[in-house]
């Protein structure tokens, strides 16, 4: 499934494809190794805010570059 939201991502996901904007490629492939149903435990836990501050912050790089090469489009 598709989504934006990290939080449910991880909560759902046993694998997380992060890709750019257009066009799309790939910028980051995480396997989810913990167990379902993940607990709020985890989801609580510095394991899961590492990996959710990983994900953040590398969409945020490729936008980054993505606006420093002129790439990035934005519909208006």
């Not at 991880?10 to 694998?15: F, I």
């Not at 590398?58 to 993505?66: F, Q, S, Y």
């Amino acid at each position: 499934f598709v989504t934006h939201d990290v939080s449910e991502a991880l909560r759902l996901a046993d694998r997380i494809i992060v890709l750019s904007t257009r066009p799309a490629t790939v910028v980051m492939d995480v396997n989810v190794v913990e167990p379902k149903p993940r607990s709020d435990a985890w989801m609580r836990s510095p394991e899961y805010a590492d990996l959710e501050q990983r994900i953040i912050a590398r969409i945020r790089e490729a936008t980054a570059r993505e606006r420093a090469s002129g790439t990035l489009e934005v519909d208006v």
